[in-house]
T-cell receptor
């Protein structure tokens, strides 16, 4: 899991409530990512951020929001607009250098269950 | 965009035998191919990666091969051990607006039979 922490490990929420998942890294990485993992599927990119105060939508951004106010933190909010939010959420970080793809390192994940 | 297909979805091998997992990708511009191992309830951990300027890379019992012409890459685990049981994901990266973007396969559940 390297220097990436995600909290909480398990999260339960009622339908219609917004919920924020925490992701912190002490690797001094510039780039951070949020993925969603469902059974039988690969990881799908929700949002990513290359640098503080900047972020871009991934493949499945609808119903999610993020912020990047600090280099080490990239919280993800699952809003009530997300139609099927129950899933395993993974945060990752990397240190991309121009023209060279860098390895992404993952946190331990947060399992969100919406009741 | 990139599409990564991974086979097989499940694989059972006898302890000590070899395991091979194969992936194909669609974007000829992809140039970085990592493999991750994920244990139950945990985040994926990088086990090996390869860049498009090499054809093979080995790290002890693990090796990855890349065929750029055919656009496929494979993970080879030799002398398998019970602790190798996990889900393995391949991925391919292509630059998106200057960033790398990993596209993942759907995973292979590897079971080592003692």
């Amino acid at each position: 899991d390297g220097g990436i922490t995600q909290s909480p490990k398990y999260l339960f929420r009622k339908e219609g409530q917004n919920v924020t998942l925490s992701c912190e890294q002490n690797l001094n990485h510039d780039a951070m990512y949020w993925y969603r993992q469902d059974p039988g599927q690969g990881l799908r990119l929700i949002y990513y951020s290359q640098i503080v105060n900047d972020f871009q939508k991934g493949d499945i951004a609808e119903g999610y929001s993020v912020s990047r106010e600090k280099k080490e933190s990239f919280p993800l909010t699952v809003t009530s607009a997300q139609k099927n939010p129950t899933a395993f959420y993974l945060c990752a970080s990397s240190n991309p250098i121009a023209g060279v793809v860098d390895t992404q390192y993952f946190g331990p994940g947060t399992r969100l269950t919406v009741l | 965009g990139e599409n990564v297909e991974q086979h097989p979805s499940t694989l059972s091998v006898q302890e000590g035998d070899s395991a091979v997992i194969k992936c194909t990708y669609s974007d000829s511009a992809s140039n970085y191919f990592p493999w991750y191992k994920q244990e139950l309830g945990k985040g994926p951990q990088l086990i090996i990666d390869i860049r498009s300027n090499v054809g093979e890379k080995k790290d002890q019992r693990i090796a990855v091969t890349l065929n750029k012409t055919a656009k496929h890459f494979s993970l080879h685990i030799t002398e398998t051990q019970p602790e190798d049981s996990a889900v393995y994901f391949c991925a391919a990266s292509s630059f998106l607006t200057g960033n790398e973007k990993l596209t993942f396969g759907t995973g292979t559940r590897l079971t080592i039979i003692p």
